[in-house]
Nanobody, 124 residues
Framework: HVQLVESGGGSMQAGGSLRLSCTVSGSTRNCMGWFRQAPGKEREGVAA????????FYTDSVKGRFTISRDNPKNMVYLQMSSLKPEDTAMYYCAAGVSCGGRSSWPASYRYSFWGKGTQVTVS
C-alpha cells in the first residue's frame, strides 16, 4: 500500500515561486505525477516522472516554468513552480502509478492507483 502526502502549497503573488513536496510511504512506484484541479474545472495532469529522473513529462501550459523531480532514497517527489500565474491556482495532487506510459498517455488518471489529499496553491 502507498500513502502520499503533499505539502508546500500556499498563497503567492504572480511571478513568484513555490516548491511542492510529496512524501511517499509504503512501496515505491515507477511513475509519480502531479495533477491539479481548479474550481469548476476538470482535473488535469501537470507533470510526471518515471523511475529514471530524465524521463519527465509536462503539460504545455507549465513547460519551462515547472520542474518535477524525485529523490528515490528519500521517497520524495517535488514540483518546483516558478513564474506562477493566476491560472495556476488549483488544488495540487500527488499520484503514483506503475507506468507513466508515453507522451500522450501520461496524464490519464487510470494510470495512477494512489493519490494524495492535495495541497492548495493560490496565485493572485
Amino acid at each position: 500500500h502507498v500513502q502520499l502526502v503533499e505539502s508546500g502549497g500556499g498563497s503567492m503573488q504572480a511571478g513568484g515561486s513555490l516548491r511542492l513536496s510529496c512524501t511517499v510511504s509504503g512501496s515505491t512506484r515507477n511513475c509519480m505525477g502531479w495533477f491539479r484541479q481548479a474550481p469548476g474545472k476538470e482535473r488535469e495532469g501537470v507533470a510526471a516522472i518515471g523511475t529514471g529522473t530524465e524521463l519527465a513529462f509536462y503539460t504545455d501550459s507549465v513547460k519551462g516554468r515547472f520542474t518535477i523531480s524525485r529523490d528515490n532514497p528519500k521517497n520524495m517527489v517535488y514540483l518546483q513552480m516558478s513564474s506562477l500565474k493566476p491560472e495556476d491556482t488549483a488544488m495540487y495532487y500527488c499520484a503514483a502509478g506503475v507506468s507513466c506510459g508515453g507522451r500522450s498517455s501520461w496524464p490519464a488518471s487510470y494510470r495512477y492507483s494512489f493519490w494524495g489529499k492535495g495541497t492548495q496553491v493560490t496565485v493572485s
